[in-house]
């Protein structure tokens, strides 16, 4: 079992989901109306299996807007790490960054800096969205692919995630979205749940229920392994997301969080 494999994936979770609304608009053309995130946002979460603390995940954007092909752009880091007894075990350092257009919320630019026990990879990403390509630079090999139109990367899908208006969605309602990794193009697919509320350190508070839908693989128990708990308001942050594994289950926790566009209201 890649112990490294699985938390680098639940370090993801709350960047692996991306919805449907204008996909039909070219990247030139699309306006996205953005309520839900702004310049300076920083949150914090804590992984764990049972009692003990696993991981650490975090995502950043930045405080000023950087240009990327000549657009304005959020700058988006999200950073994976082991901490405690599974540091020993397998320690993970890894940095996703993306450069997320801020009208279009379509991605211009993808890195991730990856250093999983020995395994390191390093790997940039130019997205040319009037020709439907990604190019992407792994040490010296430069490769262009063809994709489909307004693709995302895997943090962009999520912040594009925090845009939508969930009224116009339907509970059990399975949402597919085409994202560039790793040189292919996937298929995200979530299943939006319902309305719910939870209980975290913070208060309890409002939440929208998700069921990303996980290919069939040896390390998690089903399809529907993965369950995520979201905001229910404008911001639309993960507070809250487990995972089911053949081993055992992994918690993550909201742990911090500051620079929202809106206070979190708790009860």
């Not at 989901?17 to 996205?32: A, C, D, I, M, T």
């Not at 990327?68 to 959020?74: G, L, V």
């Not at 319902?194 to 069939?216: E, M, Q, S, W, Y």
Request: glycine letters at 4%; charged letters at 30%.
């Amino acid at each position: 079992m890649k112990i490294s494999y699985i938390l680098a994936s639940v370090c993801a979770l709350l960047i692996l989901f991306s919805f449907k609304q204008y996909e039909e608009k070219s990247e030139q053309n699309r306006v996205v109306p953005n309520k839900s995130f702004c310049t300076g946002e920083r949150v914090e979460y804590r992984v764990h299996y049972g009692f003990i603390n696993a991981a650490e995940a975090k995502v950043e954007v930045g405080k000023n807007v950087s240009m990327i092909n000549n657009r304005p752009c959020f700058r988006v880091n999200v950073t994976g790490r082991t901490v405690g007894a599974f540091d020993l075990i397998s320690r993970v350092r890894d940095t996703w960054r993306s450069y997320i257009d801020t009208t279009a919320i379509l991605p211009h630019m993808f890195e991730r800096q990856i250093q999983e026990n020995k395994y390191r990879k390093e790997e940039k990403i130019f997205f040319n969205h009037s020709k439907d390509q990604a190019v992407s630079s792994i040490k010296d090999e430069t490769k262009t692919f063809n994709v489909p139109n307004n693709i995302h990367d895997i943090i962009s899908g999520y912040f594009f995630l925090r845009t939508i208006n969930f009224e116009k969605v339907t509970e059990g309602e399975i949402i597919e979205v085409p994202t560039f990794f790793d040189g292919q193009v996937y298929k995200l697919r979530v299943r939006y749940v319902g309305r719910d509320v939870i209980k975290t350190k913070f208060g309890k508070t409002k939440v929208l229920r998700l069921n990303p839908l996980i290919p069939d693989n040896k390390f998690f128990k089903d399809e529907g392994a993965m369950r995520l708990w979201v905001s229910d308001d404008s911001n639309k942050i993960p507070l809250k997301a487990e995972v089911e594994l053949k081993i055992g289950s992994l918690e993550m926790d909201l742990k911090s969080y500051k620079g929202l566009r809106k206070d979190l209201v708790w009860f």
